[in-house]
Each structure stands twice: as C-alpha cells, then as structure tokens.
C-alpha cells in the first residue's frame, strides 16, 4: 500500500474556508500528508491552530517567516505532487491568472510543478463578472483544473452559482482525475540497499562504508508513489520503511540469492546496495588468533548480481544498476553502463564531501539507454530518489 501523495492546499479568504477542515481530514485519512497554506484573509474564517492539529504539520501563513536556509514558498510547491486551492476567492483567481505574486500562496503557485486544482467560491455577482469570466478561462486554457461552484443558496442569502463544491465532490474529483493515485500504483519494485559482509571468521567482516540511506530513500519514496516495494537489505541502522516488504541479507551470495528468487515477481529492479566485489574464500570456522607481524586473507570474487540479473531479464521488466565510484565518474559510469546492460545507471562519486556514503545528501549522474546524462547538483537523497522514480516511470511506464 502506497503512503500516498503529498498535497499542498491553498486556502483563500472566502466563508467556505469553514469547509476546509473536512476536506483535510478526507485527505489524511486516505493516507496523503496535507501541507496547508492560508492567505491573510483566510485566517479570518479559519484557524491555523485547526489546520495544523488535523493536518499534523505547521500551517503556513507568511511569505516571510523563514527558518534558516528554507524557503517555503519554493520548498513545498516543489516537494508537491499537487497543489488544491479551496476555496478560491476571485482575488486569487485574479491574481494567479495573471502571474501576480504578492503573498505566499500565490507565490507558491508560480513555483508551482504539479497538477493544480482551483475550486472557486463567491457571491454569484461577483462570479458572474466577465474579469472573474475572463480569468476562469486563462487558467482553463493553461491547463489549470477546475471544479465549478455549485448552484444554490450562497451565504450571503442570494440564489446562483458560486456556492463551493462541497468536500466529498472536490475529494471525488481529485479521485476521478487520477491526482491522488501514485504514478507507481499498480507496479511492483523490488530495492536492494545497504552493504553486504562477508565473515572472516566468527567475528571479523570485510563490509564497506553503505549506509543504505539512497536505497531506503528510493523504496520510501516508490511506497508513497504508490508501488508495492520488496527492499533486500544489508545490515544497516535504518528501520525499513513502513508498508516495505523487508527481506535482511548478509552476504553478497544472500543478497544474490534472495534477489534472484524474487526478481520474476518485479517490474522493476533497483539495485542501490553497494555489494562487496571479493569474499574471503574460507572463513576460519573459530577466531583467528593473533600472534602473527602478518597475515594474508586469501579473498575470491562475489558473483555480479547486477549483471547475472541483466542476463536474466525479461523485455517488459526494467533494471536500474547503481555505480558508487571515486574520480572519473562520468567516464567510469559510461563503461560500467555498457558493460551491465541496465536500463538506466545511477553514478556517484563517494568521495564528494557531503555527498554519498553515510550523507543525506547526494549528488549524481543518470545515464540512460539514449546516451542522456543527467546531473541532479547536489541533494537530499530523498530528492534523488524522486528523481530516479521520476526517470523510471517516464522510461518503463510510458502512458
Ligand atoms: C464575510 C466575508 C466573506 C467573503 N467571502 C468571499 C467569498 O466567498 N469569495 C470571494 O471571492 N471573496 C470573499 N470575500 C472577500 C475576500 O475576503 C477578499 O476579496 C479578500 O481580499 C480575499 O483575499 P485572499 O484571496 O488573499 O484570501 C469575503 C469577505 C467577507 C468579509
């Protein structure tokens, strides 16, 4: 089950703003996380406090209020699968229709890349005024989706349409739409993440320095995205991701193993786990005894998973292969490319300062069958991880 969608609800200063609460309450218990955003006006009919306890996250209200680095009113746009403005005031209507950015919310929807739905409400004359006319039809024009106002009594007592959508519609058309549903609904992705160990003897391990963090980014983000996600995993120090079906491995041969065993079930393979390249051929049975100036470990190579599974590969299932490499990087990730016939390669190289290994952040390179390489700078690896997701349904799931 997908943890589903990140919405930002924009909430202008119209008396329908009372409704809102319901429409966030829809909108959590069907799983989505609710990031609201009210206007100045807004906050007359409905209060933060409200938003914030039913939504579980801070409401925004100022263009202003900055908490160190962060930027909200370009953050949460972008973070955002899509953006709900309910209701909208023919003020903002006004000024969204003609690029005007004078407050936080209309500043975030020009920083807007998602799907956005307006849902108008105000008195029936002033719906009815050819510039309200005028702007509903440059946002239709541009693609913007609208749910018309209902006809009926208005607050105001007069008769016609103008009345807000009630809260079952606007969920029912965000439903109908396909706005809530994950891009990966219906997709199976399996995850390998972590390092591999391989004993030296009953208490020494050659392991690398994987922490795991890009790999459980990319499974988390494919579980919001709505993906049924197996993640095979080597020992790290992070929880898996709730609603992940969690396979623990040690070795380079379990990890082998159990992603053989499971790949025929996958559309997709994403093998992020940084797989030890040697083994020690015979691990000592009890504890090497020290005593020795030196001592020589006589290691075999692991088996190559990425590219025993490339071999295996049906036409309809995709494969993602990770290279973490140091210096070079471009050049090495084209090599490694072609030599492990993936669908797409993730590169980076670990040892960027901040980046990689152990980091939240990361910074990489995409390549891809048509010879595209793409840089994402340098990000939070859950960021990444959208961005590979992002690759991989434009190129395995073409609508
Ligand atoms: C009681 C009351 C109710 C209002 N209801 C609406 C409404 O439903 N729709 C609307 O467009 N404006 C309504 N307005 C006017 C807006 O609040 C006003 O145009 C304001 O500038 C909107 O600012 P905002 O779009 O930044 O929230 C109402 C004003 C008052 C005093």
Redesign the pocket.
Known sequence: MGKGMRVLLG???????YKIPYLVRGLVKAHHEVRVV?????R??VTPLTLETLSGFPVLTSLFEIHGSSMPHIEEPFRADLMVIA???????G?IANGIAD?L??TMVLALDAPLLVV????TR?YRHPA?QANLEILRKRGVHLLEPGTGE???GEEGP?R?AEVEEILRVLENLGLLKGPLRGKKLLVTAGPTVEPVDPVRVLTNRSSGKMGYAVAAEALRQGAEVMLISGPTCLPPPEGVDFVAVETAWEMQEAAEKHFPRYDVLIMTAAVGDYRVETPAKEKMKKGEASLTLHLVENPDILKSLAGRKRPDQFLVGFAAETGSLREKACRKFTAKGVDLLVANDVTEEGAGFGSDMNRVLILDRTGKVEETGLLPKSEIARRILGRIVDEAFPP
């Open positions: 909430v202008s200063g119209g008396i329908a703003a009210l206007t100045r006006h807004a007359e009919f209701p909208a005031t023919a003020n903002i209507i000024k407050d919310l209309s108008p409400a105000m008195n002033m309200v208005l607050a105001c103008g807000m």
